[in-house]
């Protein structure tokens, strides 16, 4: 049975997908909009720069008229660059990204909404944070969120949690305007975990365990490719190895996110690395372990550079 819809004279959400040469895979994305259960939601197209048919597909979207769709171009950057423009132009109360290679489940908005209802009043509450689902729908990583949890941060899902599994958050507009990603020139993409515990250094999410975004890997697509990402973007892969090094809780986290830390600092030729260590001497410490975990994970990636 369809739920009775909250706020039924305006948009909520803001849905926006960053997109480079993705063409070929919009159309199962529009599909799963379209078939939302609510229409309450606006679909922010991000064309970064593509060089395909993508301005002509979305406009032929537009026309349908079957959702609200805005698109926005710019020359190539990256994700993060692409979400700061969609930050930019946010005017509804919620946003989240969803991915050009995923998928929002039938009843993902209506289920966000009804959810906002409870937690729109909590000016502690930056928004909701739920695990990004297998095509069978079961939760990445194999873990779901314990059921007792009525607040999580980033640090909490990542770190205590130590869960594997991708998440989707759905941030409240007057928490993450405040927020945007740092660029670098010649980096183009940005981990949105960086966005994630940025948002919980204040405030904390209220956590879901619906089902409400379908993650489809493509070969080509990011999270096949981490390493070599990460070689690519050792500035951007920084920042975030820093928020997890700073925010771990016990000594066993503070190891292997402080050996990444080192790590991404030798790749990006960093020379402030102690400086802006959370934990200086641990990181000193740790640098001896993190030269061989680039040798053997990351130097293959700088060799014919």
């Known amino acids: 049975m369809r739920k009775e819809q909250p706020n039924a004279n305006k948009k909520i959400l803001t849905i926006i997908t960053p997109s480079y040469n993705r063409a070929h895979t919009l159309p199962k994305v529009y599909?799963?909009?379209?078939?939302?259960?609510?229409?309450?939601?606006?679909?922010?197209?991000?064309?970064?720069?593509?060089?395909?048919?993508?301005?002509?597909?979305?406009?032929?979207?537009?026309?349908?008229?079957?959702?609200?769709?805005?698109?926005?171009?710019?020359?190539?950057?990256?994700?993060?660059?692409?979400?700061?423009?969609?930050?930019?132009?946010?005017?509804?109360?919620?946003?989240?990204?969803?991915?050009?290679?995923?998928?929002?489940?039938?009843?993902?908005?209506?289920?966000?909404?009804?959810?906002?209802?409870?937690?729109?009043?909590?000016?502690?509450?930056?928004?909701?944070?739920?695990?990004?689902?297998?095509?069978?729908?079961?939760?990445?990583?194999?873990?779901?969120?314990?059921?007792?949890?009525?607040?999580?941060?980033?640090?909490?899902?990542?770190?205590?949690?130590?869960?594997?599994?991708?998440?989707?958050?759905?941030?409240?507009?007057?928490?993450?305007?405040?927020?945007?990603?740092?660029?670098?020139?010649g980096e183009n993409f940005f981990s949105p975990a960086w966005m994630q515990y940025e948002a919980t250094r204040n405030y904390y999410f209220s956590p879901s365990n619906s089902v409400l975004c379908i993650c489809e890997y493509l070969e080509d697509g990011l999270t096949k490719n981490v390493r070599s990402i990460c070689a690519k973007n050792p500035n951007c892969y920084r920042c975030v190895k820093k928020q997890s090094f700073e925010l771990s809780k016990t000594i066993k986290t503070k190891i292997k996110h402080g050996i990444m830390y080192d790590c991404s600092c030798i790749m990006s030729r960093y020379s402030n690395w102690l400086q802006e260590s959370p934990h200086k001497m641990l990181s000193l410490v740790l640098m001896p372990a993190a030269y061989v975990v680039y040798l053997k994970w990351f130097k293959k990636f700088y060799r014919d550079r």
């Not at 909009?33 to 032929?60: A, C, H, P, R």
């Not at 009043?121 to 007792?148: E, H, L, V, W, Y």
Request: hydrophobic residues 35%; negative net charge.
């Open 31 to 185: 599909d799963s909009l379209k078939n939302q259960t609510s229409n309450y939601f606006i679909w922010m197209v991000i064309d970064d720069g593509s060089s395909d048919n993508t301005e002509e597909l979305v406009n032929g979207f537009i026309e349908e008229a079957a959702i609200d769709i805005e698109y926005l171009k710019k020359p190539n950057g990256g994700k993060g660059s692409a979400l700061n423009l969609g930050l930019d132009n946010l005017h509804t109360e919620l946003v989240t990204c969803l991915d050009s290679d995923d998928l929002l489940y039938k009843t993902a908005v209506e289920d966000v909404i009804h959810h906002y209802e409870r937690i729109k009043n909590d000016n502690q509450c930056c928004g909701i944070i739920a695990f990004r689902s297998n095509p069978d729908g079961t939760p990445m990583g194999g873990k779901k969120i314990p059921s007792d949890w009525k607040k999580a941060t980033a640090a909490d899902i990542f770190l205590s949690l130590r869960s594997k599994g991708e998440v989707i958050c759905f941030y409240k507009k007057a928490v993450i305007e405040k927020l945007r990603f740092p660029t670098f020139p």
